[in-house]
C-alpha cells in the first residue's frame, strides 16, 4: 500500500480517481488546489502525486516548480490534463513529471502509471523554476506518438547532451529542434540553424567554424562561424548525414573539444553550443556504407527523438489542417473542412508530411473564396482519393457520404476507423490504439462513446 495524493480542481473527477486508487489498497487524499496540495506536502510525507495541469490560482506546473524548490525529498509526479498540448507536456517531463496523462484516463492506464512510478525509484531532485512558455501549437499532435515526442523533448531539454531528431522530410525536425531550445537552460540564448545539405562542402568548414581574412579566395572578410554565432545557444545541424567525411572529422573534434579552429587560421576559440543534429537518413546503414564516421553518430545520437510521418499520425491530420487553415486566414475567419474533404485528407497518404499539409491548406485557402473547403478544392493529389484510411485494410468508407457538419463527419469516420483497427488487430486493444497512433485510454473511452466495447 502506497500513500498518494490528488490535487485537481475538478472534484468529480478527484473522487473517480481516489476510489480507483483506493480500491487498488492504497491510502489517498485530495487538494482542490496547488496551495492546498503543497501544504498537505508540508505536513505528511507521500509515495506519489497526481498533479491537474489546469487549476484556478496555482497551476500544475507551478505547483511542481515549487515542490521542487520546497520539498528536499520530492516524490514522483503524474501530471494530468484534459487539454493536452505540446508546451504543456514538455515543460511538465523538463520539471520532473514521471508522466503527463490526457483525461479521461481508464483504471488499467491508472494501474499502470502507479505502478510505474512507485517503481521509478528515488524521489527525482528540483529542478530549475519555469519560464512562462506560450503554447504556439507549432508542435500540434493528439496522437500518441506525437504525445511521446513531446515527453521526449521535455526529458531532453533538461540536459546539454547532443540530440539527434530522426524523420522524414517535411516531418518537421526543426520544430523539435526549436523546442528544445525554448523549453531549456538556454532559451535566452541563440538558436542558429545551417542546413549541411545546401552548402557546398568546400564552403560548409567556413559555414560552421568561421574563417579570417584571405583564408581562400573570396575570402574578403573574417566571419565568425555558426559555431561561435551560436555560443550560449542551440545549434541544429540539419540534414547532418549529408556532411561530407572531411567536415565529419572537424566537427567531431569540435564536440569532443568543445573549441573551434577558423579556416586559415591557427587561433582556437572556446565555444559553448548544445548541438542538435537532424536528418532524414539511416545513419547506421550511413555508417556500414562508409559514408558516414561511426565516432560521430555515437557522439550525436546521445539522446534521439523519432518523428513519425504523418501516415502514422491519423489522429492528428483534421486537428493539423484546421490548424493551417486558422493560421492562413488571421486574423479573419477560418475557412472549415467540409466532410468529404476531411475523409479525403485521411485518406491520402502524405508523403511530403507535415510540410505537405500544410501547403496545401494555405493553397485552399487563397483559391476558395467561400467559407467551406470541399474535396474538389484540395490538390489534385488528396482531392483524388475516394476512400478513407480503412480502405488500405479492406474495410472502406460510405460512398454516399454528403456536405454534413464536421464534427457529425469525424464522428462517422472514428466509428469505422475504430471498427477496421480493432477488426485488423483481432480485437486486441492495445494493438489497435497503437495501429490508430493514439492512448489506449482514448481508445476505450471512444469504444465506450460508440458503444463498441
Same mark, same amino acid.
Given at each position: ?17 481516489? *476510489? ?6 492504497? &491510502? ?17 510525507? /507521500?509515495?506519489?502525486? /497526481?498533479?491537474?495541469? #489546469? ?62 512510478? !512507485? ?57 523539435? &529542434?526549436?523546442?528544445?531550445? =525554448? ?7 541563440? /538558436? ?22 584571405? &583564408? ?6 573574417? #566571419?565568425?562561424?555558426? /559555431? ?24 567531431? =573534434?569540435?564536440?569532443?573539444?568543445? *573549441? ?6 591557427? =587561433? ?22 562508409? =559514408? ?47 466532410? *468529404?474533404?476531411? #475523409? ?69 469516420? *472514428? ?6 483497427? !480493432? &477488426? ?27 458503444? !463498441?466495447?
Amino acid at each position: 500500500m502506497a500513500d498518494l495524493l490528488i490535487v485537481d480542481d475538478d472534484a468529480d473527477f478527484a473522487d473517480s480517481l481516489r *476510489e480507483t486508487l483506493e480500491s487498488l489498497g492504497h &491510502a489517498v487524499q485530495t487538494a482542490p488546489g496547488g496551495e492546498e496540495g503543497l501544504a498537505l506536502l508540508g505536513a505528511h510525507r /507521500f509515495d506519489l502525486v /497526481f498533479l491537474d495541469h #489546469r487549476m484556478p490560482g496555482m497551476n500544475g506546473l507551478q505547483t511542481l516548480a515549487a515542490m521542487n524548490a520546497r520539498l528536499a525529498r520530492r516524490p514522483p509526479v503524474i501530471v494530468l490534463t484534459a487539454h493536452a498540448g505540446s508546451a504543456g507536456t514538455i515543460e511538465a517531463m523538463r520539471l520532473g513529471a514521471f508522466d503527463h496523462l490526457a483525461k479521461p484516463i481508464s483504471r488499467d492506464a491508472v494501474v499502470d502509471a502507479v505502478r510505474g512510478a !512507485l517503481a521509478s525509484a528515488t524521489p527525482a531532485s528540483a529542478a530549475p523554476a519555469p519560464k512562462p512558455v506560450a503554447d504556439d501549437g507549432e508542435l500540434i499532435g493528439v496522437s500518441e506518438a506525437m504525445r511521446e515526442v513531446h515527453k521526449r523533448i521535455g526529458l531532453a531539454a533538461g540536459s546539454r547532451a547532443p540530440v539527434l531528431v530522426i524523420g522524414e522530410t517535411g516531418t518537421g525536425k526543426e520544430l523539435v &529542434a526549436r523546442a528544445l531550445h =525554448r523549453h531549456s537552460d538556454r532559451a535566452d540564448g541563440p /538558436f542558429v540553424a545551417v542546413n549541411c545539405a545546401a552548402i557546398p562542402k568546400d564552403l560548409l568548414e567556413s559555414e560552421l567554424f568561421g574563417h579570417v581574412k584571405g &583564408a581562400f579566395t573570396g575570402a574578403v572578410a573574417e #566571419r565568425a562561424g555558426c /559555431f561561435k554565432a551560436a555560443s550560449g545557444g542551440v545549434l541544429l545541424l540539419d540534414e547532418i548525414g549529408d556532411m561530407a567525411l572531411e567536415v565529419q572529422a572537424k566537427l567531431l =573534434r569540435v564536440l569532443q573539444e568543445g *573549441e573551434v579552429t577558423p579556416v586559415g587560421s591557427h =587561433r582556437v576559440h572556446k565555444v559553448d553550443v548544445r548541438v542538435v543534429a537532424a536528418t532524414h537518413r539511416d545513419l547506421a546503414q550511413a555508417v556500414r556504407d562508409g =559514408r558516414f564516421r561511426e565516432d560521430l553518430r555515437y557522439r550525436l545520437d546521445v539522446l534521439s527523438v523519432r518523428l513519425p510521418p504523418l501516415r502514422e499520425r491519423l489522429a492528428d491530420i483534421v486537428p493539423l489542417a484546421e490548424h493551417f487553415l486558422r493560421l492562413a486566414a488571421a486574423p479573419g475567419p477560418a475557412k472549415r473542412l467540409s466532410a *468529404e474533404a476531411a #475523409r479525403a485528407l485521411l485518406a491520402y497518404d502524405w508523403p511530403g508530411n507535415v510540410r505537405e499539409l500544410r501547403n496545401a491548406m494555405e493553397r485552399c485557402h487563397a483559391l476558395q473564396r467561400g467559407a467551406v473547403i470541399a474535396q474538389v478544392d484540395l490538390p489534385t493529389s488528396a482531392a483524388e482519393t475516394t476512400g478513407g484510411a480503412g480502405d488500405a485494410g479492406g474495410a472502406g468508407l460510405p460512398a454516399d457520404w454528403y456536405d454534413d457538419t464536421l464534427p457529425a463527419a469525424v464522428e462517422r469516420l *472514428e466509428r469505422l476507423l475504430l471498427q477496421h483497427a !480493432l &477488426a485488423a488487430a483481432g480485437g486486441n486493444r492495445s494493438m489497435a490504439a497503437r495501429q490508430l497512433g493514439i492512448h489506449r485510454q482514448l481508445l476505450y473511452t471512444k469504444l465506450a462513446q460508440y458503444g !463498441l466495447e
